[in-house]
């Protein structure tokens, strides 16, 4: 039974996060994913509602939106991160900063995206 949850869950998150990009910009319609994607509406809808599609098809309407969005995920950089926290047992923490083009900043606060349930080190 877990796994059937932890599936539903992977798929909640991609929804959720398709919704959200989709809503910075109000040209992401589904006319326009259509023509993109090649993708009915029906197939896009489905894959809005987070029904039960095949991943792929969550990473395609992703990749499509942030490409028309200018939003780079730097995923080695995300890699990295995940393989020093597993190697040394650490938590893995977020932060948001306003977009600049030069000079540094901290974030308000950090957030806990990633820890260790009662793990003994």
């Not at 994913?33 to 896009?44: G, K, P, V």
Request: net charge negative; hydrophobic share 45%.
């Amino acid at each position: 039974m877990g796994v059937v949850k932890g599936k539903h869950d992977s798929y909640e998150f991609l929804n959720n996060m398709m919704v959200s990009l989709m809503n910075v910009d109000a040209s992401l319609s589904y006319p326009y994913l259509e023509m993109e994607l090649h993708m009915s509406a029906r197939d896009i809808s489905a894959v809005k509602n987070g029904h039960n599609v095949c991943i792929y098809q969550y990473v395609r309407v992703i990749n499509c939106i942030m490409d028309d969005i200018h939003l780079i995920i730097l995923m080695k950089v995300l890699q990295k991160e995940l393989r020093i926290a597993l190697a040394t047992h650490s938590d893995l923490v977020i932060g948001v900063v306003p977009h600049k083009n030069n000079g540094n900043c901290q974030p308000e606060e950090w957030k806990v995206v990633m820890y260790w349930d009662g793990a003994k080190v």
